[in-house]
T-cell receptor, first 115, second 113 residues
Framework: GAVVSQHPSRVICKSGTSVKIECRSL??????MFWYRQFPKKSLMLMAT?????????EQGVEKDKFLINHASLTLSTLTVTSAHPEDSSFYIC???????????FGPGTRLLVL | AQSVTQPDIHITVSEGASLELRCNYS??????LFWYVQSPGQGLQLLLK??????LVQGIKGFEAEFKRSQSSFNLRKPSVHWSDAAEYFC???????????FGKGTRLHILP
């Protein structure tokens, strides 16, 4: 099956700093990538959808200036958490989908801890 | 609006026993339906999906699910669970017009030896 990677797997940062998380499709071209956030013992919440070369579409209630998403190539999307605060601590998961595919493939997730 | 309900937060079964995890969805048209499994510290793995056709869907690891339109349900089943099946299971519904997937809150499966 298709493989999606995320880097880093874990990151700890100080409050006020920015953190970038990468999501890569390793063996297919991802025309669409999705970013989710998962709170402890909770479900996944879709944050935004990004299509290669276009601006991301954010879900209601997600601050686009806080969570910057870039999908500059068919194999890479990045999520930057700007001026991170402790409440941004969470598990961030990306998924990727090819143009003709019916299924999203999920990355292993990134655990963010903001001190 | 789409929604997914997994009524059981935790389920405990003995190893070798059968399993059924419940899932109900709300969607205005025929949805895409998915079951994913998430092991501790790991990402989501697709167990099976339903898009159309046969309402009984076979997946990986011996799992199956049945789409029942009249009940708006897509329950996951396995005839005999293994200790390695202990994980969090998510039911999800996707729209055909876009690629968004809405997840249920998950069911944590515990296996007794």
């Amino acid at each position: 099956g298709a493989v999606v990677s995320q880097h880093p797997s874990r990151v700890i940062c100080k409050s006020g700093t920015s953190v970038k998380i990468e999501c890569r499709s390793l063996d297919f071209q991802a025309t669409t990538m999705f970013w989710y956030r998962q709170f402890p013992k909770k479900s996944l919440m879709l944050m935004a959808t990004s299509n290669e070369g276009s601006k991301a579409t954010y879900e209601q209630g997600v601050e686009k200036d806080k969570f910057l998403i870039n999908h500059a190539s068919l194999t890479l999307s990045t999520l930057t958490v700007t001026s991170a605060h402790p409440e941004d601590s969470s598990f961030y998961i990306c998924s990727a989908k090819g143009l003709a595919a019916e299924t999203q493939y999920f990355g292993p997730g990134t655990r963010l801890l903001v001190l | 609006a789409q929604s997914v309900t997994q009524p059981d937060i935790h389920i405990t079964v003995s190893e070798g026993a059968s399993l059924e995890l419940r899932c109900n969805y709300s969607y205005g048209a025929t949805p895409y339906l998915f079951w994913y499994v998430q092991s501790p510290g790991q990402g989501l793995q697709l167990l099976l999906k339903y898009f159309s056709g046969d309402t009984l869907v076979q997946g990986i690891k011996g799992f199956e699910a049945e789409f029942k339109r009249s009940q708006s349900s897509f329950n996951l089943r396995k005839p005999s669970v293994h200790w390695s099946d202990a994980a969090e299971y998510f039911c999800a519904v996707g729209a055909r017009r876009d690629d968004k997937i809405i997840f249920g809150k998950g069911t944590r499966l515990h296996i007794l030896p």
